[in-house]
């Protein structure tokens, strides 16, 4: 296929700071960008060439989303199939309407790696709330048993570790169809960017180290601390499962590292992901600009790190006590600020993150963490406290 070359538009379904990045880079090279979602002034939107506001389901709507871009991707998963069918007549749709309706659902996802033989931690799917103590059974305790669809950010999950726990299991498993895990003791969590264009060339980025307080990523850091063997093992596995996916664009691949050294594919986002986000300084190109190249069929860049890098997310509770001190954060060394441009903080919402560059990923780590704290000292994961509003 012809490439879309700059000039082009580029529809994006979703509205938030992944879609506002994207368009960012996509202006850098001479793209527009159309946004489509429920909404108005979304951070997207402030930062695209066209905002639409109407529901995924308004088949007039994304009629004329059609006809007014060249190719549409998306900036989060849990988009209806039939909205992607409808577009996918008119205009390429990258990633594909297949790879969305697997990755955007626990139970398929877990069928699908276990239909293509990638590694993946045991699990039982439950349709009924009655066949939640035979899947206990035969999984064990611990476990985690988490909602089938439209999970992220640890929403939907539930850790069950022993008899303690069985009501709010079964509460959970009578609200609807839900997969319980086995529990994986495991070293670090790492993930993989994958990029692949329409014509099967593809690219990675990773092990990126990630770390979680609360299920919310908190801190990612490059390079992962992994064996040369291991870190090229998980950029073979992101791989398997782009190429298994037949995706075009780009996919975080999240994977847990297990006690003896082996790698379990946990999720699948088939989309730029919050620990990708360092790679705006840290990488000669961005998850961002990879997502433009892959689904435009243009070459994909290399992904190397410049330099070690950090990732700090700032979440709504930072402005717990006012408007928070960037000037003293933007004073340690290395240091970088990305706001998303949302209207109103609360508690547990992503604002934006801090990356920070070093020697060594130890201290870029130390940097940013340093950096988010000098913010203002409310941003601990979970600390509650009511939410004020941007100034």
């Known amino acids: ?65 059609a006809g007014v871009v060249d190719v549409v991707t998306v900036e989060f998963e849990n988009i209806p199939s039939s909205a992607l069918e409808l577009l996918e007549r008119s205009v390429p749709v990258r990633p594909g309407p297949a790879a969305l309706h697997i990755t955007q659902n626990r139970r398929r996802e877990k069928e699908f790696l276990a239909r293509h033989g990638l590694p993946h931690a045991r699990a039982i799917h439950l349709n009924d709330p009655a066949e939640l103590d035979r899947a206990l059974a035969a999984i064990g305790t611990p476990a985690v048993l988490k909602t089938a669809g439209f999970g992220y950010d640890g929403k939907g999950q539930l850790m069950i570790a022993g008899n303690d726990d069985r009501a709010a299991a079964a509460a959970q498993a009578e609200a609807g169809p839900c997969v319980l895990e086995e529990f994986v003791e495991f070293e670090r969590e790492v993930s993989v ?22 299920h919310v990523l908190d801190l990612s850091t490059v390079p992962a601390r992994l064996a040369t063997d291991a870190a090229q093992e998980a950029r073979d596995l992101a791989r398997d499962v782009a190429v298994s996916l037949e995706l075009v664009g780009l996919a975080c691949v999240e994977m847990f590292v297990t006690a003896g050294g082996g790698l379990l594919v946990n999720e699948i986002a088939p989309r730029p992901h919050n620990s990708g986000h360092l790679t705006i300084e840290a990488c000669v190109a961005s998850q961002f600009e990879q997502q433009l190249r892959s689904v435009c069929g243009l070459p994909l860049a290399g992904m190397e790190f410049v330099r070690p890098a950090a990732m700090a997310n700032l979440l709504g509770d930072l402005w717990h006590d006012g408007e928070p001190d960037w000037t003293a954060a933007l004073r ?10 949302k209207e109103r903080a609360r508690p547990g919402r992503k604002m934006g993150h801090i990356t920070a560059l070093a020697d060594t990923p130890e201290a870029a780590a130390r940097r940013a963490l340093e950096a988010r704290a000098a913010l203002g000292a409310a941003n601990s994961l979970g600390s509650g406290g009511l939410a004020s509003p941007r100034t």
């Open 1 to 65: 296929m012809e490439p879309l070359l700059p000039g082009a538009t580029i529809g994006v379904l979703g509205s938030g700071q992944l879609g506002r990045m994207l368009a960012f880079a996509a202006h850098r090279m001479g793209y527009r960008i159309a946004v489509y979602s429920p909404g108005s002034d979304t951070p997207a939107g402030g930062a695209a060439d066209l905002e639409m506001d109407a529901q995924y389901e308004d088949e007039d709507a994304l009629a004329r989303f």
């Open 193 to 214: 960017l994958v990029a692949r264009t329409p014509d099967g060339e593809m690219a990675t980025c990773g092990p990126i180290e990630n770390r979680h307080a609360k």
């Open 332 to 341: 340690i060394p290395g240091v970088a600020l990305h706001l998303y441009g």
